[in-house]
C-alpha cells in the first residue's frame, strides 16, 4: 500500500504543478505581469477575481489541493508514528 500511496501522490503533484502552470497562463491573459504570488492572491485584481475561466482553473487547482491536503493528514492518521 504504501508504494501506491507514494505513486499516488507523485501523481498529485504532477496535476498540481500542471494546473499552476495553466493557471499562471490564464492570469496572464488578463494580467499580463502576473506572478505566481499573484494567482494566489487574486483579491488583488479585479479583473481576475472577475474572469470565469480563470476561477473555474483556479477552483480545479484548489481542489487538487485539497485533495493533497487531505491525503496527507489521511497518511499521518494511518501512521502516527512515522
Given amino acids: ?26 492570469a496572464r491573459e488578463i494580467v499580463p ?5 499573484d494567482i494566489r492572491n487574486p483579491q488583488d485584481f479585479p ?3 472577475a474572469d470565469t475561466l480563470f476561477n473555474y482553473e483556479d477552483g480545479i ?13 489521511q497518511t499521518r492518521t494511518d501512521n502516527p508514528d512515522s
Fill in 47 to 49: 479583473d481576475l477575481v
Fill in 61 to 73: 487547482l484548489t481542489g487538487y489541493l485539497t485533495l493533497q491536503t487531505a491525503l496527507r493528514k
Fill in 1 to 26: 500500500m504504501p508504494e501506491n500511496r507514494h505513486s499516488t501522490e507523485v501523481l498529485l503533484q504532477e496535476l498540481i504543478e500542471h494546473q499552476q502552470t495553466k493557471v499562471l497562463k490564464v
Fill in 33 to 37: 505581469d502576473a506572478t505566481p504570488e
